[in-house]
């Protein structure tokens, strides 16, 4: 990427404290196992999120590991939460020079602007408040080198409903629908840009059909297992604006080894975005 490139410009925010929150400097995520034993995974990172209502999974780490081997100078999340993919990523990646990150809710846009300054990346991260659908200030259209996302998993009327409004938008697609989302990334997206998501394996028809209709090419999938003798409950997907030689599947993902034990791969995720 040429040196010349400009950054998308910060969009004016009101400085206003984040609410009421919990702290993360371990691997919290989840926190019924530590992936190392000194737990240190989150050690140089502090990572504020809401005590009730939304909280960050491991989803999110999984999936900015899935996205680095993808990562260039700039980085767009799509409902980013409180920021934890976006956090990993300016971690994982030396060449993300600038990264944003889109949240419609205003709580957790405040927890994610409040963690990039927390941790010293505001010369390399911001945040914005808005809806991603919509142009937004500060998200350039066809400027972004990966776009990531942690999108809701499943449509309004599967499963049960959540009585949590924050729960709900970022679980069941309330503020965003899949053909909505692959919109969005298509519209960001640079000429040779990668789009990152985590979703569910039986949406990936949809995915491959919202790829297409946004002229995004599939090239990498990944099925991820809860146990190496389960079947997958997590999908990673990348495609690129640049149609690639070929389609590949990679060796398949188990989180867990066996009950109260990480599978060493995932610990090397963990040991990765460790300090040494």
């Known amino acids: 990427m040429s040196g010349s490139r400009r950054r998308p410009e910060k969009e004016a925010a009101p400085r206003k404290r984040a609410k009421t929150c919990a702290r993360t400097r371990s691997a919290s995520c989840p926190p019924a196992v530590s992936p190392s034993p000194d737990g240190a995974a989150f050690a140089s990172l502090s990572i504020r999120q809401p005590s009730n209502g939304y909280r960050y999974s491991i989803d999110a780490v999984l999936l900015a590991d899935f996205a680095s081997a993808f990562c260039g100078e700039l980085v767009l999340d799509l409902g980013t939460g409180c920021g934890v993919a976006l956090l990993l990523l ?6 993300l020079r600038y990264g944003v ?3 419609i809710q205003e ?3 405040e927890f994610a602007r409040a963690n990039i300054e ?12 808005g809806d991603f659908r919509e142009k937004l200030a500060g998200v350039p259209s066809g400027s972004f080198d990966l776009v990531v996302s942690n999108p809701p998993y499943r449509r309004v009327g599967e499963g049960r ?3 949590d409004p924050q729960k709900e938008i970022a679980r069941h697609e309330v503020a965003c629908t899949m053909p909505e989302l692959f919109r969005a990334a298509g519209r960001s997206l640079s000429s040779t840009g990668r789009f990152a998501m ?33 079947p997958a409950n997590l999908l990673l997907f990348a ?3 640049r149609k690639p030689p070929e389609f590949s599947v990679l060796p398949p993902l188990s989180v867990y080894a066996e009950k109260g034990r990480y599978h060493p791969e995932v610990e ?7 300090p040494s």
């Open 107 to 109: 709580e957790l846009y």
């Open 268 to 274: 090397r995720i963990y040991q990765a975005i460790t």
């Open 239 to 241: 495609g690129s604006r």
């Open 198 to 230: 985590v979703g569910l394996p039986q949406r990936l028809g949809e995915m491959l059909a919202c790829a297409a209709a946004e002229r995004i090419f599939p090239d990498t999938l990944r099925f991820v297992h809860p146990y190496p003798d389960r």
């Open 118 to 129: 927390e941790n010293g990346l505001g010369d390399r991260l911001s945040a914005v408040h």
């Open 90 to 95: 300016s971690r994982m990646c030396p060449s």
């Open 101 to 103: 990150g889109v949240e």
């Open 161 to 163: 409903r959540n009585p």
